[in-house]
């Protein structure tokens, strides 16, 4: 697989940017690919630091779409079937 880091997406400035196999995709979702599997659809990859750019394993998680804008504008999660995928089981 042909993969390097390629740089930073332009509209937003702050994700990393990769080229796999010809494809462009977001650096971290190709680290949650590569480490811990799928992402299920509907879920979104959140870096729970909040650095864009701080793509290591453990500053990832998995989550919908629901609870991902929540996170985002602060918002109480109140039920656990929207909590989180973290290291690819849920929590």
Do not use: A
């Not at 879920?43 to 750019?53: A, Q």
């Not at 779409?65 to 039920?79: A, F, I």
């Amino acid at each position: 697989m042909s993969n390097h880091l390629v740089g930073i997406n332009q509209r937003t400035k702050d994700y990393l940017i990769s080229k796999v196999n010809n494809r462009m995709l977001f650096e971290h979702r190709k680290v949650w690919l590569e480490q811990c599997g799928n992402i299920p659809k509907g879920y979104m990859i959140h870096h729970i630091n909040g650095d864009k750019k701080d793509n290591r394993k453990e500053n990832l998680v998995c989550v919908s779409r629901k609870v991902h804008g929540k996170l985002h504008s602060k918002s109480v999660v109140t039920n656990p079937q929207d909590v989180v995928i973290k290291d690819g089981g849920l929590i």
